[in-house]
């Protein structure tokens, strides 16, 4: 996946133009673009091969940091499936128990609360994974006149 974010200004007086451009590419190649490579090959040939080495070798390093977070995240999920079902089990198991002991109402209140408490961990946790976005909204002018 390739992006490429430029900016330009030019500036127009009666005897001259001034134009200045910013730009920045991003890639997750291990090749820069042709025309990037054929430019800097014009004024530094001597270097092509180490941008092209330097280049690769931040590919491999990023795709490496992304195997692990990926495995981190893997393993944080089900790690917590585990857990949330061993946890509702032993509610219920504790709850069935203490019902069987001569207390049914405690019993039924323990696994009842117990299941709840997941139920509602399960969609908090869902419902602020799907707010949650990269990149927030600013807060409109009415937001920002309340917290004020």
Known sequence: MSK???????SHSREQTHELTFQHHETESPV??????EHLHSFRPDIVDWVVQQTQAE??????SLDKINLYVFTQRILGQILAFLLGLSGILGGGYIALRGQP?????????????????????????ASSSPNPKP???NEKNRAA
Not at 32 to 37: D, G
Not at 59 to 64: D, G, I, K, T, V
């Open 4 to 10: 490429t974010t430029a900016a330009s200004v030019k």
């Open 32 to 37: 820069l673009p042709v025309a990037q490579l």
């Open 59 to 64: 590919a491999e390093s990023r795709r490496r």
């Open 105 to 129: 109402w405690a019993g039924v209140a323990i696994a009842s609360a117990v299941i709840t408490g997941l139920a509602v961990t399960f969609l908090t946790g869902r419902e602020n994974k």
């Open 139 to 141: 807060p409109s002018s």
